[in-house]
Every structure is written in structure tokens, then in C-alpha cells.
Nanobody, 138 residues
Framework: EAQLVESGGGSVQAGGSLRLSCTTY????????MGWYRQAAGKKCELVAI???????YYADSVKGRFTISQDSALNPVYLQMNSMKLEDTAVYYC????????????????????????????????WGQGTQVTVSS
């Protein structure tokens, strides 16, 4: 049974750092790529970062230069290191295994019109995490 388990969320002051982890179990998409999404209260879903099978990466402009996605080995575990955090980084963060088709940029544009609940519902069972709250305070 496939499952994604996130950890590392919590509260931090502006300017501080947090690291999220995503451990995968039972995934069968050998060519799946891993990504992090987030949704702040009252806003649509945002694709935050992707790491490809060749360790290439993609970041939303809002986090570029501050967040780093990495993985120890293919699919497992995946980390999101968040530095220089801002109030606007407050959100529920979701880990996902996906193919992000047709392109990473197109996926980012598409999910910006959706809630993360809807994005998650489009994933096979176990390929979308339960979400972890990150709160940045001043």
C-alpha cells in the first residue's frame, strides 16, 4: 500500500528555518518525481518545488533562493529545507509523487487555479501526503 508521510512542520519566527521530510512507502511509479505543494488560508494551491529523477530541481519564484528540495535516494526520503522564512510562507504543506505533466511550469500554472484538496484528489491513493502545518510569526 502506497503512502507518503510528512514530518517537520511547526512554528518558526520570520527569518528562521524549518526542514520538512517526506518518507515514501510502497510507491510503484518508478519514474515518479517528488514535489511539495502548499496552500495558505484563503488562497489557491501553490506548487513550491519539484525534484526530478536526475536530481534537477524546479522552484516557484516565491521561494527561489530560500528553499531547497533534495532527496537521499530516488523517491525516499525527500526534504524541503526552508530558510529565511517569511510570514507568507505560512501554509499547509503537502508532499506528492507525480509526473508533473506536461511540464513542471505547466503544472505550476494549472494548480494555481485549484485547491490543494482538488489537486490531491487527482492523485492515486498514497501519492499525496496528509499535509503538515507551517506557521511563520513575526
Amino acid at each position: 500500500e502506497a503512502q507518503l508521510v510528512e514530518s517537520g512542520g511547526g512554528s518558526v519566527q520570520a527569518g528562521g528555518s524549518l526542514r520538512l521530510s517526506c518518507t515514501t512507502y510502497g510507491l510503484t511509479f518508478d519514474d515518479a518525481e517528488m514535489g511539495w505543494y502548499r496552500q495558505a488560508a484563503g488562497k489557491k494551491c501553490e506548487l513550491v518545488a519539484i525534484i526530478g529523477n536526475d536530481d534537477s530541481t524546479y522552484y516557484a519564484d516565491s521561494v527561489k533562493g530560500r528553499f531547497t528540495i533534495s532527496q537521499d535516494s530516488a523517491l525516499n526520503p525527500v526534504y524541503l529545507q526552508m530558510n529565511s522564512m517569511k510570514l507568507e510562507d505560512t501554509a499547509v504543506y503537502y508532499c506528492a509523487a507525480d509526473h508533473f505533466t506536461p511540464t513542471w511550469a505547466a503544472t505550476e500554472k494549472r494548480v494555481a487555479t485549484m485547491t490543494c484538496q482538488a489537486v490531491g484528489a487527482a492523485h492515486p491513493d498514497g501519492y499525496w501526503g496528509q499535509g503538515t502545518q507551517v506557521t511563520v510569526s513575526s
